[in-house]
């Protein structure tokens, strides 16, 4: 008898606490620290949520480029003075359509070993040389030899061009930008390996390769497919109103970044906003713009990531009304400083 009684009481309990483990369990209270902090955090996202495009970015156009003979115009050239003129113009368009200029450029850097381009007319490369300062006389071209830097020693590895792209009487020039720029990171690599233009060239001539297969060799070192990063759009291009769209979405996305991801970000975006501006030399103040306004949307103040992305969008609509300004960029900063 006893032993059934017991038996029962266990069966009970062991119902009640099965019963009790189902029971659904209170909602966690939320400290007056974690409430107030989704508030703040509520309010800051609140203005970049209407950053967020309404409607997808226009079809973006790509520059169109007069032929060589245009650009020429009555500029009198030699025989192999017009062969070499021919292909440079051609690699500039190939180079400029490549970058995804939206307009046509006043003239393209791009980088070129010499004895590429060499291989492919027939010439050596000393002749090439001669025959590029004519062109240089003529106005059609700017160009000489870039170095880098391996371990302690200062080598050559390659040829600048600046090629004219449109009908102008104003020759092209190489900026100091162009000259910094990292054209070759593999470079290194080649002067080991011994890979360099030399081995191709030699390689092409020795196949006995057709022209057209050396002019893919050199448009394949003008593209620059191994640039760490790339080269900054000419200043002389035409500000695009339509190229702010990715602007202001860089900007929207920039505030939701972590704090680790930001530099790389924001180095990115200032290059962005440097190259739709045309102004690529500006580049570092657009960093600290950026930085300011990142640091003051994190503060709740006035002049932030939103306030910067009116001032864009107020720039671009006068575009596109036509206003009358040579310098966008410069109104631009002016209307950024009146803003703080």
Not at 80 to 90: E, F, M, P, S, T
């Amino acid at each position: 008898m006893h032993s059934l009684l017991t038996e029962v009481l266990d069966r009970a309990r062991a119902a009640v606490l099965s019963n009790a483990a189902q029971l659904p369990t209170a909602p966690q209270q939320l400290t007056k620290w974690q409430t107030q902090t989704r508030t703040e955090n509520a309010a800051r996202a609140a203005p970049l949520l209407s950053l967020r495009p309404t409607e997808p970015p226009p079809p973006r156009m790509l520059a169109s480029y007069p032929d060589a003979t245009t650009v020429q115009a009555e500029r009198t050239l030699t025989k192999g003075q017009a062969r070499l003129w021919v292909i440079l113009h051609r690699l500039a368009v190939d180079v400029g359509r490549e970058r995804g200029y939206t307009a046509t450029p006043h003239h393209v850097a791009y980088h070129c070993p010499a004895l590429t381009i060499a291989g492919a007319l027939g010439y050596t490369d000393r002749h090439i040389r001669t025959l590029a300062a004519g062109l240089e006389r003529a106005g059609l071209l700017d160009c000489g030899g870039h170095a880098q830097q391996i371990g302690a020693r200062s080598l050559y590895d390659g040829t600048l061009w600046g090629v004219l792209t449109v009908a102008s009487s104003e020759p092209p020039r190489l900026r100091a930008e162009d000259w910094r720029h990292n054209w070759r990171p593999d470079f290194g690599d080649d002067v080991v390996g011994k890979t360099g233009a030399a081995a191709e060239t030699s390689e092409l001539l020795s196949k006995s390769a057709e022209p057209e297969e050396h002019y893919r060799a050199a448009k394949r070192r003008a593209a620059a497919p191994s640039a760490s990063s790339a080269p900054l759009c000419p200043s002389s291009e035409q500000v695009n109103p339509a190229s702010f769209r990715g602007v202001i979405d860089g900007i929207a996305a920039l505030w939701r970044l972590h704090s680790s991801k930001r530099p790389r970000a924001v180095g990115a975006l200032a290059s962005q906003i440097a190259g739709a501006l045309a102004e690529p030399e500006r580049r570092r103040y657009w960093c600290q713009v950026l930085w300011q306004a990142l640091t003051a949307q994190d503060a709740g103040a006035i002049g932030g990531l939103s306030a910067l992305t009116a001032q864009f969008d107020r720039l671009a609509v006068d575009l596109r009304e036509n206003a009358p300004w040579k310098s966008p960029g410069a109104i631009l900063a002016a209307r950024w400083k009146g803003a703080q």
